[in-house]
Every structure is written in C-alpha cells, then in structure tokens.
C-alpha cells in the first residue's frame, strides 16, 4: 500500500477484543493494608448515614490485609481526618501572656524619656540613645534579669540587637559635667536666644545635631549649628573635638616643589627591603632614582648598605637608561650621599641637600619605596 492510496482492511471485532490493551491499569497507590484501614474506617460513617457496608472479614479477605496492622492504620486515618479541613480566612494568632513585670519596664522608660528630653532621638530613620539611657537601661536589665530579653526589649521599646550590643560591651558612661556658663550680654533679644539655649542644653541627653533640629523645629531659633556651636563653646558648655590639621611644615612646602621638564631633576634615597628566599628572610638596601617630573623609576642598585657606592650606582644605572645625566639630584643628608667621591660621579649634575626632617621633601622617592615594599 502507497502512502497515497487508501486502505481496504476491514475491521476484525473479534480480533480486536483479543489485542491487548495498549494502556495498563495503574498499580494501586497504597498498600493493601492502608486499603484495609480506609474501608475500616468508613464503617462508622456508614452506619450511622444508614448505608450498607462490608464486614470486616470481607474487608480483610477482599483486600489481603493483616488484620492487625489494619487496625492500627485505621486509629492513625480517624486521627488525621480532622487535620484535613481548615476554616476560611487566616489562623487564628494565639495571644501571648505579658511577661509579669513588663508593665512595670515600659513606664519606667517612658518616665527616663520625659525626664530626659533628646535621650532618644530619631534621624534617617535610626534610633541615637544617649550614654546616660544606654546606662538606665542596662541598669534596669539587671534589675529584671529574670525576665527573657526578648521580653524586656518589648516593653522597653528597644531594637533587641542593640541592646544585646550594649549587654555585650558592658556600661561606658562617657558624659562629663560641664562648668556652669556665664550669662550672655549684648543685644536684648539675642541675650534671650543665647540664654535658652544654653539653658535647654545644660538639660539635654541627646547628641549635638538632634539639639540643634530641637533649638530649630522647637524652639523656633533660626541657628545654625555653627553658630549654636560657637555660643556653647563660648559660654564654656561644649568643647568640639576638633581634627589635627597640618603642621606648619607641611603648609609652607605646599606647592613648593617645582618641577620643569623630564630629566631636569631626579631625587635619590635609599631603605632596607627584605626578601624571602626559600624560607630565609634577607635584608638588602635598596636604592632608588627617581625623576621628579615624570615619576618614572630610572636608575636602581642592590646592595648589602646603604654607602656612597650605592649611589653612585643607582646614578650611573639611570644614566645608563635615559642617555643623560639630570641637571640636579636631590639626596637627604645622610653623609654617605655627600662625599667626595659621589660628587665626583654625579658631574655635570648639582647634588642638592634635602630638607631635614621633612620626608615628603623627598616624596618622589618616598613613595617608589612603598611600591617596591
């Protein structure tokens, strides 16, 4: 037969009860036992709706199941019946019994707050305690240890990893008193200002910035924190913590360095590196020319010291590389660098002395170190 012809067989009837199915029946999904246990089960149910329903020897004969083992997966079925079926809508929350005291915690912080205005205070969205709460609330943890601190958070209205930090590193009572402040004079009303203000801070717990949004939002003074700052230091209230700022030296070498072309100028130095070599450490001297302008590395020498010698060839080696000596080189003011012999070899090239005690005279080289090291 063609794909394109058509088919003359006739259908055989009998031939076809006699094909085997094609499709199999699943075997069951439980044992014959649990089998047993469900229709054991169903008896009661249909007994009392009026049914008719099989005994338990035609159960147990039907199904070939243990009699025994039947029995107990019925108890097991009848007690996971009730589990099946959930009411509409959410669970039920079980409300937890309050921890006995608890009550007693939460008016004792809010009575600390009231008393302590700027104690606690909010600001991009974090909580800022005062060293003086931080304190009243360890103290009052102790005074309820037997209370769970998942409990005593609660009541105390406080995140339960913070006060685990502050239980963790103990108490740091930080506040100092301050001197009493003398009173401000001048103009009327600014006298009015400056006087609350410093009044409403010698009662303040909290940090500086949420005093300054108290004197702005409360208060309604129109001050900046510089100058709220500048009154309390004034009226001897509050000492800023200031940063280190520069040395004298360093303000007068700034911008001092002047560099013109490349090969104009190269600053030398030497220092100690030590190197690891199969598990023993050893220590050589490194020295190192450096050209101010480009800050390329252009001469170099190793050597067990640092001596005029090591100069001489960190010198030579830079000539070697660029072609031409440089028209200075700076070197500090160690007395190797500056014998004879070195001005000597370093000609055309002036050999200049650096700064005492300013390494960053020398920050060209200073820093070819740390790359090195």
């Known amino acids: 037969m063609g794909y394109g012809g058509c088919c003359n067989t006739t259908f055989n009837p009998q031939a076809h009860e006699t094909m085997p199915s094609l499709v199999t029946d699943s075997p069951a999904a439980v044992s014959p036992n649990l089998t047993a246990a469900l229709l054991l089960a169903s008896r ?5 709706l009026g049914l008719s329903y099989p005994d338990v020897e035609q159960i147990l004969g039907a199904t070939g199941a243990t009699r025994s083992r039947a029995y107990e997966l019925k108890v097991a079925l009848l007690g996971l019946l009730p589990t099946l079926e959930h009411p509409v809508g959410r669970p039920k929350v079980e409300q937890r019994p309050t921890p006995e005291g608890a009550s007693i915690v939460t008016k004792e912080v809010l ?60 108490r740091d009572d930080t506040e100092t008193p ?37 004197v702005s939002f409360n208060l309604r003074i129109p001050y900046g924190r510089t ?50 070599i199969n598990g023993e450490r050893l220590g050589y001297n490194l020295e190192l020319m450096v050209d101010a302008y480009s800050g390329a590395f252009v001469g170099v020498s190793f050597r067990d010291e640092e001596d005029s010698t090591a100069v001489i060839e960190a010198f030579d080696d830079g000539v070697s590389a660029t072609g031409a000596p440089p028209i200075a080189t700076l070197l500090d003011n160690r007395p190797s660098n500056h014998t004879p012999e070195v001005k000597e ?16 005279n020398k920050a060209h080289v200073e820093g070819g170190f740390v790359l090195f090291a």
């Open 44 to 48: 009661g149910h249909l007994r009392r």
């Open 111 to 170: 009575c600390f707050v009231m008393q302590h205005p700027g104690c606690v205070h909010q600001r991009a969205r974090r909580q800022r305690y005062s060293d003086a709460f931080r304190a009243f609330l360890l103290e009052l943890c102790q005074k309820n240890s037997q209370m769970p601190i998942e409990a005593f958070a609660l009541a105390a209205e406080a995140p339960l990893g913070t006060l685990k930090d502050w239980l963790r590193g103990g």
């Open 178 to 214: 301050v001197p009493q402040a003398t009173a401000a004079s001048g103009d009327p009303v600014a006298s009015v200002k400056v006087e609350t203000i410093l009044e409403q801070w010698r009662s303040w717990k909290g940090d500086f910035v949420a005093f300054c949004d108290h």
């Open 227 to 276: 100058l709220i700052a500048f009154i309390l230091e004034q009226h001897g209230e509050r000492t800023p913590q200031r940063r280190k700022g520069r040395s004298p030296d360093e303000k007068a070498l700034r911008d001092a360095f002047e560099t013109f072309f490349a090969g104009a100028e190269w600053v030398g130095d030497g220092t100690t590196i030590e190197v690891e």
């Open 345 to 360: 070899a370093l000609q055309p090239s002036l050999c200049m002395h650096a700064t005492k005690g300013s390494p960053q």
